[in-house]
T-cell receptor, first 111, second 115 residues
Framework: GESVGLHLPTLSVQEGDNSIINCAYS??????FIWYKQESGKGPQFIID?????DKRQGQRVTVLLNKTVKHLSLQIAATQPGDSAVYFCAEDTGRRALTFGSGTRLQVQP | GAGVSQTPSNKVTEKGKYVELRCDPI?????LYWYRQSLGQGPEFLIYFQGTGAADDSGLPNDRFFAVRPEGSVSTLKIQRTERGDSAVYLCASSLLAGDTDTQYFGPGTRLTVL
């Protein structure tokens, strides 16, 4: 299938290392943030979300950090695996439910 | 359980033709969303349904684009007089529309190619 994000910023990590993917969001009125993973030929897959009244949220192997002062969001993946290779998008919601997506980052995991 | 499904998975059409893209949301999900994703970019919002009505259609690019959800479940995105610039992956998502956080779950998309 066609690759998603042929000209995206790329983060290359070794299997087993931790990965950090960053995102700068644009709207200070956004109050809900989501990270999605998209593999080639597939739709975005929900990973983790966070509301603006929190600055950190943890899931299984993933952590999202939110810094509202500088409008910055990050996704940390612990012990990165080859199956984590994909394009990662952050998305923001002002409450309208119309998500605004970032431009995406390609994560490549080297075995 | 079954996720969001979209048909067809691929659609090739000629400039000027009419196309319909179908979305079957997750059973029980009240909200349904359409997005468009061009190569190398993130999805862009088109329209959002709450039940049968369009709650927000601010993302539809022009009046050639129209979407319906007559029974509050399946939705059809309709594009008239297609143009080459309409070529993209059209994504559908659905959500429960409950609580403060309302996760949108996406389907695999329909790849539209306008020749």
């Amino acid at each position: 299938g066609e690759s998603v994000g042929l000209h995206l910023p790329t983060l290359s990590v070794q299997e087993g290392d931790n990965s950090i993917i960053n995102c700068a969001y644009s709207n200070s009125a956004s109050d809900y943030f989501i990270w999605y993973k998209q593999e080639s030929g597939k739709g975005p897959q929900f990973i983790i979300d966070i509301r603006s009244n929190m600055d950190k949220r943890q899931g299984q192997r993933v952590t999202v950090l939110l810094n509202k002062t500088v409008k910055h969001l990050s996704l940390q993946i612990a012990a990165t695996q080859p199956g984590d290779s994909a394009v990662y998008f952050c998305a923001e919601d002002t409450g309208r439910r119309a998500l605004t997506f970032g431009s995406g980052t390609r994560l490549q995991v080297q075995p | 359980g079954a996720g969001v499904s979209q048909t067809p998975s691929n659609k090739v059409t000629e400039k000027g033709k009419y196309v319909e893209l179908r979305c079957d949301p997750i059973s029980g999900h009240t909200a349904l969303y359409w997005y468009r994703q061009s190569l190398g970019q993130g999805p862009e919002f088109l329209i959002y349904f709450q039940g049968t009505g369009a709650a927000d259609d601010s993302g539809l690019p022009n009046d050639r684009f129209f979407a319906v959800r007559p029974e509050g479940s399946v939705s059809t995105l309709k594009i008239q007089r297609t143009e080459r610039g309409d070529s993209a992956v059209y994504l559908c998502a659905s959500s429960l529309l409950a609580g403060d956080t309302d996760t949108q779950y996406f389907g695999p998309g329909t790849r539209l190619t306008v020749l």
